[in-house]
């Protein structure tokens, strides 16, 4: 199956995902056609592609982005808009990973993309619905005892103490639910409309000079000192070629196929509930993640709707019924929620890695891939256009800092990386429910 088209139309966005209905989306760019060159080519307009264009376009360089469909139109149009930070797998874990100081580096990175992520929504005036506060909801008693241990790492290792531990009273008093045990409130965190902030990383690339072209589906790739890259109807020649197409890669780049795997997930929005009712379910306004491995993680919108994301399919195409499947795990968690009407059900399709780490590649030194973000790619992917624009110019350091995280090639490489998956994710599915 095609994973660009077996669940959407091409080059339309997504009809049934509220982020598009609330969002003035802009016209149809034009398809890049005939004999281009350029000193950079992207592929991929999402954050990565979208955050790299930018920072190169603003240093002068000739930059090209080929979209197969619509800027935003992949992950960084849909996903749950949580701002989260540091890195996918917790500190600690990174320390047994990679060593105490690498580790340090990678949290440092991640730091550093937070602050980039709020300074590119200020610096190019992004109205993207920008809100503080992140909350991790612990489900099991064993959550909560790691989340205390790590609240006090983070404080005493990191010098980090705007991550508060929250017991099950505190927890209750910020989420309208007895559903946890506990969890913790990081003051950094936050949350916005991934849409509204894509096409504004995209207005902001065309400004610097960068060109875009949407329904630019790239077909091939010819590797050499300068790439050569077709889509149906243009062939460009870069110096260097960006690969940013996180879950929508396909098997266009076949080493980054065996390290990143596309796996899909969901959304739904009730109608508006009203400020009120809104705040009696997250008191804060903060966003929620849980501590399930197949996570549930949700927000109030800014017209007041819950927007509630979660639930797996195994295969390429979505289940027919997303509203039924996610609408329940909504209700394990606010079942006040029976009767509010859903008016939006979506799902897209993210980049995951076997150690959920980021993918950094260089392939003959002048074809750069990124991307299994395995959701935190709000700041990661907009991270890592900044540190692939800085390896184009020679500043290797924080490119070579991801890229040491240690890369797993999923069993069964890019063929029969699929079966295994669902194998997996079965497994980790039924844990969640015992």
Not at 282 to 309: E, K, P, T
Not at 372 to 382: I, L
């Amino acid at each position: 199956m095609d994973i660009l088209t077996v669940n959407d139309q091409p080059g339309e966005y997504p009809n049934s995902s509220y982020y598009l209905h609330s969002t003035a989306t802009p016209p149809p760019r034009e398809q890049a056609a005939g004999e281009l060159r350029c000193d950079i080519c992207i592929v991929g307009a999402g954050y990565t592609g979208l955050s790299t264009a930018l920072y190169l376009a603003e240093k002068g360089f000739d930059v090209i982005v080929l979209e197969a469909n619509r800027i935003g139109w992949g992950a960084s149009g849909r996903n749950g808009g949580q701002v989260h930070l540091g890195q996918r797998r917790d500190q600690g874990e990174l320390e047994d990973l990679v060593g105490r100081d690498h580790a340090r580096e990678l949290w440092d990175l991640a730091q550093r993309g937070l602050r980039l992520v709020k300074g590119l929504i200020n610096r190019h005036a992004i109205d993207c619905e920008w809100r503080n506060g992140l909350i991790h909801a612990d489900l099991r008693k064993s959550d909560h005892v790691h989340s205390q241990s790590y609240a006090e790492k983070m404080a005493r290792d990191y010098g980090c103490n705007d991550i508060h531990l929250l017991d099950k009273a505190a927890i209750g008093e910020e989420l309208g639910t007895t559903a946890y045990r506990g969890g913790l409130f990081f003051e950094n965190g936050a949350h916005l409309h991934p849409l509204k902030y894509a096409l504004g990383l995209g207005k902001a690339a065309e400004n610097a000079g960068a060109r875009i072209f949407e329904m630019s589906r790239v077909t091939a790739i010819e590797p050499g000192s300068k790439v050569s890259i077709f889509t149906g109807k243009a062939s460009v020649k870069a110096d260097y070629l960006v690969l940013g197409c996180n879950g929508y890669h396909g098997n266009l780049h076949r080493q980054t196929a065996r390290h990143v795997m596309p796996i899909n997930n969901f959304i739904i929005a009730t109608e508006p509930l009203g400020e009120r009712r809104a705040r009696s379910l997250i008191r804060s306004n903060a966003a929620v993640y849980d501590s399930n491995f197949v996570v549930n993680y949700y927000r109030c919108s800014a017209d007041h709707r819950m927007l509630f994301g979660g639930g797996e399919s195994y295969g390429f195409a979505f289940p027919r019924d997303i509203p039924g499947l996610v609408r329940k795990r909504m209700l394990d968690v606010f079942p006040q929620l029976e009767t509010a009407r859903i008016d939006y059900a979506w799902g897209g399709t993210l980049g995951i890695t076997m150690t959920r780490m980021p993918y950094f590649d260089r392939e003959q030194n002048n074809i750069l891939s990124v991307g299994g973000y395995s959701g935190h790619g709000v700041v990661m992917a907009s991270l890592s256009g900044m540190i692939v624009a800085e390896a184009i110019r020679g500043q290797l350091g924080a490119f070579d800092i991801m890229a040491r995280a240690p890369k797993t090639v999923f069993p069964g490489g890019a063929l029969l990386r699929w079966p295994f998956l669902i194998l997996a994710m079965t497994w980790f599915s039924l844990r969640d429910r015992l």
